[in-house]
């Protein structure tokens, strides 16, 4: 993902495609490859903190012990990458954004929020993206603690939207009454990165 490029093709046959497939992803099966945008930090559990800010009454932050003690959930379902594999199966375990998005309380006139990572990494979504049961804080991968690699010790998961989306070490949430692009979204990408419209670039 180090630069914009078009051309993505899937590796199966139509007579072979699964119909959970987006279009120009192919099922990346055992595989999740890894990519990102920066360095993978050394991100103890201790010294992970979870934010929410911006357009809400009650601004706070969560430790890692005060996050992992909501009501867990379990997402068992697929994950789509813009760089056009998918994971048909996946079993992570965390807690729903609904449940922090509650104690902060949004206000009426939020829209959007950018979500930031503890490396600085950014990225914009619609907070109708990220309600109604949609998203998760994620801390477990089939049962296990995410790794680094992947985003742990917490990440954002929203299944629904291209992966990039999901922003790894996820340190929190900025609520706003509008939409502010993050960093792939400058350099190119889709304001939303639906994956069965085929939202990669900007303009599509």
Known sequence: MSSTTRGFVGRHTAAERDPRLPPGQYDARHDFPVLSAEVTP????ADWSFRIDGLVDRPRSWSWDQARALPRERYDGPIHCVTSWSKL????????LDAFLAEAG???????????SHTGYTTNLAL???????AWIAFD?????????HGGPAR???????FWKSVKWIAGLRLLDHD???????????HRGDPWA???YSGD
């Open 42 to 45: 050394e991100l103890a559990p």
């Open 89 to 96: 199966s996946t079993d992570f375990t965390g807690v729903s």
């Open 106 to 116: 949004p206000r009426a006139g939020a829209t959007h929020a950018v979500a930031f």
């Open 128 to 134: 109708a993206d990220l309600t109604g049961g949609r």
């Open 141 to 149: 991968f089939e049962g296990e603690p995410l790794t680094p690699a």
């Open 156 to 162: 954002l998961l929203v299944p629904h939207l291209y």
């Open 180 to 190: 502010e692009p993050g960093f792939w979204e400058v350099n190119g990408y889709h």
């Open 198 to 200: 085929e939202e990669r």
